[in-house]
């Protein structure tokens, strides 16, 4: 079955940078659509970023220009790297991946596999 597993969480100061990992396993990695999402208490889990299988990337407003996502299929292995982050970028992290999503990259309920969450603080 489907797993993801995140890392590389932690807390930075505003300004900072971090890069998170997530290795998924049980499934062909790389024809996977494979996103990171970020969930606050008391909001929704928000979409930050998706890539396609085919290269193609979809951000969100808030992170375009300071947050990229990137993956190594031989390594299974989806990245988000963030610089220059903010107080607002405090969250979990999640990681998902789905097989086809559709243009909606960043909506939360196209993605069936989920990772537990890793916590991201910028204080």
């Known amino acids: 079955h489907v797993q993801l597993v995140e890392s590389g969480g932690g807390s930075v100061q505003p300004g900072g940078s971090l890069k998170l990992s997530c290795v998924g396993s049980?499934?062909?990695?790389?024809?996977?659509?494979m996103a990171w999402f970020r969930q606050v208490p008391g909001r929704e889990r928000e979409g930050v970023a998706a890539?396609?299988?085919?290269?193609?990337?979809q951000y969100a407003d808030s992170v375009k220009g300071r947050f990229t996502i990137s993956r190594d299929n031989d390594k299974n292995t989806l990245y988000l790297q963030m610089k220059n982050m903010k107080h607002e970028d405090t969250a979990v992290y999640y990681c998902?991946?789905?097989?086809?999503?559709?243009?909606?990259?960043?909506?939360?309920?196209?993605?069936?596999?989920w990772g537990q969450g890793t916590q991201v603080t910028v204080s």
């Open positions: 890539l396609e299988s085919d290269g193609t990337t």
């Open positions: 049980g499934y062909s990695f790389s024809t996977y659509c």
């Open positions: 998902a991946a789905d097989l086809w999503v559709g243009l909606a990259k960043l909506k939360r309920t196209v993605y069936d596999h």
